[in-house]
T-cell receptor, first 109, second 115 residues
Framework: AQRVTQPEKLLSVFKGAPVELKCNYS??????LFWYVQYSRQRLQLLLR??SRESIKGFTADLNKGETSFHLKKPFAQEEDSAMYYC???????????FGQGTTLQVKP | EAGVAQSPRYKIIEKRQSVAFWCNPI?????LYWYQQILGQGPKLLIQ????????DSQLPKDRFSAERLKGVDSTLKIQPAKLEDSAVYLC?????????????FGPGTRLTVL
């Protein structure tokens, strides 16, 4: 079965603290994974994709095929990082995205 | 570059009524997606078009939902008749082509409330 699990609905941290948003997936093929973000009153947008191996706004994510995980990390959280974060798996052949339930990140001053 | 446009932004109807949503993708994007996002959940794909052909509609409740993309550009999603459980945000997205690697660009969504 194709599935993405984000176990935390809400993650609350203080500014400057490290952040790790967890994502686990179930997929029989070679996974293409993404993190999408939705800031308050904005539309859903791509944050980063694993194939690019890039750091966006200080965030990184490493694909761990052994643990079937794609956790999102940032060493020092900023207040502007407060948003809803979705992990998504792209299905080979169609590009269809399977989303997790999302994690709300709240960064307190 | 203009983003994905959707209308209306909000709609309130009573159960058993009909409703239609419109989406205009980014110019040049061949692939168009409709997602349903129920409160507290991630978006779920309803239907995917490549130009004017359907790629995936496996999760579209075809007894009440229909969608078309007649000229391969803008698209309409219809619900007839609506049920209470259809209350959700309906998101339209587009991408350059059908590929697992392509970024999807999302519209602002239409929030549907069924009373």
């Amino acid at each position: 079965a194709q599935r993405v699990t984000q176990p935390e609905k809400l993650l609350s941290v203080f500014k400057g603290a490290p952040v790790e948003l967890k994502c686990n997936y179930s997929y029989s093929g070679s996974p293409e994974l993404f993190w999408y973000v939705q800031y308050s009153r904005q539309r859903l947008q791509l944050l980063l994709r694993h194939i690019s191996r890039e750091s966006i706004k200080g965030f990184t994510a490493d694909l761990n095929k052994g643990e079937t995980s794609f956790h999102l990390k940032k060493p020092f959280a900023q207040e502007e990082d407060s948003a809803m974060y979705y992990c998504a798996l792209s299905v080979q052949g169609t590009g269809k995205l399977i989303f997790g339930q999302g994690t709300t990140l709240q960064v307190k001053p | 570059e203009a983003g994905v446009a959707q209308s209306p932004r909000y709609k309130i109807i009573e159960k058993r009524q009909s409703v239609a949503f419109w989406c205009n993708p980014i110019s040049g994007h061949a692939t168009l997606y409709w997602y349903q996002q129920i409160l507290g959940q991630g978006p779920k794909l309803l239907i995917q078009f490549q130009n004017n052909g359907v790629v995936d509609d496996s999760q579209l409740p075809k007894d009440r939902f229909s969608a078309e993309r007649l000229k391969g550009v803008d698209s309409t999603l219809k619900i007839q008749p609506a049920k209470l459980e259809d209350s959700a945000v309906y998101l339209c997205a587009s991408s350059l082509e059908t590929s697992a690697y392509n970024e999807q660009f999302f519209g602002p969504g239409t929030r549907l409330t069924v009373l």
